[in-house]
C-alpha cells in the first residue's frame, strides 16, 4: 500500500535559518504530492502541491520538487519567520477514491526569534 | 465564503456510549471526505463520499463505525459503543471535484476523547 515517511520533529531553528524537511513517500502508481500545513490553533491547509516528475511546488517562500528517481518531495524554505512556527504534514493522492490522502506522521518546527 | 464546518468541536463520551460527529462540507462541494487523527500522529483515511454515494469506506476501523451523507451535503459519522482507542480527532474536508487538481479543505475537526 501506499505510505508517506517524514522526518521527526520537533526540528528548532532561529529566525532566517534555512529549513529543510525530509519526505520520501511508496506508491503503487504515479501519486500528486503535498504539503499541508496546520497552525497552532487552527485546521489542516495546503501549503503546496506538485502532480507530476520535476514538477516544483511554492507558496509563501516555501518550495517543494517531485523527484520520482528518489520518490522523494522535501520542503524547503531559504529563511524561515516566527510565524512558520507549526506543524507541517507531507501527503501524496493516487487519485482512487476521489483522491484520498495518505499523510506522513507529520514534523513540528519551531522557530525562535 | 464560509469553509467546511464541523460539530461539536469536543466531544467527551464515557465508554460504551454512542456519538454522532456531524460535517458541513463547502456548498457544492461534491467530494467529502473523513479522517482520524491521534494525538502527535498524521491524518489516517477513514470513508469517501461522492454527493450522496459512498464510495470507500476501506479506512472504517470496525464495524462500529458509520457514516452517512444522504442528501449529498452534510455529513455525519457515528461510532457506537465507544471505546478509549476511539480518542482522536476527526476531520472532515470536502472539494469541488473529485481529482488530484482539486484541493481537499477541512475542517477544524472533532476532539473525542471517550473515557
Known amino acids: 500500500g501506499n505510505s508517506v515517511t517524514q522526518m521527526e520533529g520537533p526540528v528548532t531553528l532561529s529566525e532566517e535559518a534555512f529549513l529543510t524537511i525530509n519526505c520520501t513517500y511508496t506508491?503503487?502508481?504515479?501519486?500528486?504530492l503535498f504539503w499541508y500545513v496546520q497552525y497552532p490553533g487552527e485546521g489542516l491547509q495546503l501549503l503546496l502541491k506538485?502532480?507530476?516528475?520535476?514538477d516544483k511546488g511554492s507558496n509563501k517562500g516555501f518550495e517543494a520538487t517531485y523527484r520520482k528517481e528518489t520518490t522523494s518531495f522535501h520542503l524547503e524554505k531559504g529563511s524561515v519567520q516566527v510565524s512558520d512556527s507549526a506543524v507541517y504534514f507531507c501527503a501524496l493522492s493516487e487519485g482512487a477514491a476521489g483522491n484520498k490522502l495518505t499523510f506522513g506522521g507529520g514534523t513540528r518546527v519551531l522557530v525562535k526569534p | 465564503g464560509a469553509g467546511v464546518s464541523q460539530s461539536p468541536r469536543y466531544k467527551v463520551a464515557k465508554r460504551g456510549q454512542d456519538v454522532a460527529l456531524r460535517c458541513d462540507p463547502i456548498s457544492g462541494h461534491v467530494s467529502l471526505f473523513w479522517y482520524q487523527q491521534a494525538l502527535g500522529q498524521g491524518p489516517e483515511f477513514l470513508t469517501y463520499?461522492?454527493?450522496?454515494?459512498?464510495?470507500?469506506k476501506s479506512g472504517l476501523p470496525s464495524d462500529r463505525f458509520f457514516a452517512e451523507r444522504p442528501e449529498g451535503s452534510v455529513s455525519t459519522l457515528k461510532i457506537q459503543r465507544t471505546q478509549q482507542e476511539d480518542s482522536a480527532v476527526y476531520l472532515c474536508?470536502?472539494?469541488?471535484?473529485?481529482?488530484?487538481?482539486?484541493?481537499?479543505?477541512f475542517g477544524p475537526g472533532t476532539r473525542l476523547t471517550v473515557t
Open positions: 463520499f461522492q454527493n450522496e454515494a459512498q464510495l470507500d
Open positions: 474536508a470536502s472539494s469541488l471535484g473529485t481529482v488530484a487538481t482539486y484541493e481537499q479543505y
Open positions: 506508491a503503487t502508481g504515479y501519486p500528486s
Open positions: 506538485a502532480t507530476k516528475a520535476d
